[in-house]
Antibody, heavy 118, light 110 residues
Framework: QVQLVESGGGVVQPGRSLRLSCAASGFTFSSRVMHWVRQAPGRGLEWVALISGDGDNRYHADSVRGRFTISRDNSKNTLYLHMNSLRTEDTAVYYC???????????WGQGTRVTVSS | QSALTQPASVSGSPGQSITISCTGTSSDVGGYKYVSWYQHHPGKAPKLMIYDASNRPSGVSDRFSGSKSGNTASLTISGLQAEDEADYFC??????????FGAGTKLTVL
């Protein structure tokens, strides 16, 4: 069955960097668009970024553009989120999710928590 | 891009029906069929319940149904059960080639 497992979260100081990973299994990873979505404490879900199956096309939310970069390694069935210049408002649980083909997310991981604090 | 508007909370007794609304604009909900609903039990992975505004993925109970009219989408849960208690989020593709979510609705089964 489809499995998405995020890792790499933790506590980091403002201005520092962090890389999140999402290990995928149970489907042909390279053929599917993938997303990162986050949920700040007490808040709703917020879309962060999307990457096409071949990695050639990427979209990022305005709130993270220029600081975060989504990438993937199809040889390792792994999705990444490179986060630079972290801010306290980036504190959230970060989820990776699979796109069913039309910006609708049919499988999600359980999330990894990122806390940005001095 | 502003979040889609959802009620903060709804409640119902077992066996009853409830409806959660999700209001956007013509640039998102009203302009595209790509409206989804997700069930989220805290600490677990969110689950797709409705896609294309009114379609159920395989394995989702037929007690869950969706509809859309203009800029507002709705999720109806009939025959409420205790396990339906969760947070529910709507989402929509947008004209800006992004994805926007609602703020979420907490469903309490009394």
């Amino acid at each position: 069955q489809v499995q998405l497992v995020e890792s790499g979260g933790g506590v980091v100081q403002p201005g520092r960097s962090l890389r999140l990973s999402c290990a995928a299994s149970g489907f042909t990873f390279s053929s599917r668009v993938m997303h990162w979505v986050r949920q700040a404490p007490g808040r709703g879900l917020e879309w962060v970024a999307l990457i096409s199956g071949d990695g050639d096309n990427r979209y990022h939310a305005d709130s993270v553009r220029g600081r975060f970069t989504i990438s993937r390694d199809n040889s390792k069935n792994t999705l990444y989120l490179h986060m630079n210049s972290l801010r306290t408002e980036d504190t959230a649980v970060y989820y990776c999710a699979r796109d069913r083909g039309d910006w609708q997310l049919d499988s999600w991981g359980q999330g990894t928590r990122v806390t940005v604090s001095s | 891009q502003s979040a889609l508007t959802q009620p903060a909370s709804v409640s119902g007794s077992p066996g009853q029906s409830i409806t959660i609304s999700c209001t956007g604009t013509s640039s998102d909900v009203g302009g595209y069929k790509y409206v989804s609903w997700y069930q989220h039990h805290p600490g677990k992975a969110p689950k797709l319940m409705i896609y294309d505004a009114s379609n159920r993925p395989s394995g989702v109970s037929d007690r869950f149904s969706g509809s859309k009219s203009g800029n507002t989408a709705s999720l109806t849960i009939s025959g409420l059960q205790a396990e339906d208690e969760a947070d529910y989020f709507c989402s929509s593709y947008t004209r800006s080639a992004t994805l926007v979510f609602g703020a979420g609705t907490k469903l309490t089964v009394l």
